[in-house]
């Protein structure tokens, strides 16, 4: 037998990276380093450690979608004007997340030392680029809650047409577990 006969289905792994990045997303938004800091270094480790979980996660979901493009189907019941916003929240979630970790590298790039995420794995070599690296930090925190809101709209429309449309759509993406909530 091959090893893909054994391996989770590409939607199973999707699902289980789409519900592993919510609350990580919501941590983010809610809690940043700054934040973290007053409780020593064993809290900044646990933030460095989900950070580098998220920007794996996200990684690992550019490359599915650069190689095997989206996951999910518009469905029949969507308007062609809803097709369109389907997609596009999509592909903008998809690239907003991985923008996010190419922020995070150009963080690195541009410190004036060496950052480690997970506090073992060197990001970039520092360039000591401060005026940059302040730049950076700040369209990198922008560009989170950007992402954040683009995050928001994305499940709000899925929500209408699960409601509206009647077409369920959270059953898609929801663990069978919780269909019987919707």
């Not at 519900?19 to 809690?31: C, D, E, K, R, S």
């Not at 389907?86 to 998809?94: S, V």
């Not at 899925?158 to 449309?165: A, G, M, N, P, T």
Request: glycine content about 6%; proline content about 7%; hydrophobic content about 55%.
């Amino acid at each position: 037998m091959a090893l893909s006969d054994h391996l989770p289905h590409r939607r199973s792994v999707l699902k289980a990276v789409h519900w592993a990045m919510v609350p990580l997303l919501i941590w983010f938004v809610l809690v940043t380093p700054d934040d973290v800091l007053p409780f020593g270094p064993l809290a900044f480790q646990v933030h460095s450690i989900l950070a580098l979980i998220f920007v794996t996660l996200c990684l690992l979901w550019t490359a599915d979608y650069l190689r095997r493009g989206l996951a999910s189907r518009p469905g029949p019941k969507l308007p062609p004007w809803a097709r369109r916003v389907h997609q596009i929240l999509h592909k903008a979630l998809i690239w907003g997340l991985f923008l996010i970790a190419v922020g995070g590298f150009l963080l690195g790039l541009t410190s004036s030392r060496l950052l480690k995420a997970g506090g073992f794995l060197p990001i970039a070599p520092p360039l000591g680029l401060r005026e940059t690296n302040d730049l950076i930090g700040t369209l990198h925190i922008y560009e989170f809650y950007l992402v954040a809101g683009i995050a928001l709209v994305h499940a709000l429309f899925h929500i209408w047409r699960h409601v509206h449309l009647r077409d369920n759509a959270l059953r898609i993406i929801v663990p069978k577990m919780f269909h019987r909530f919707l």
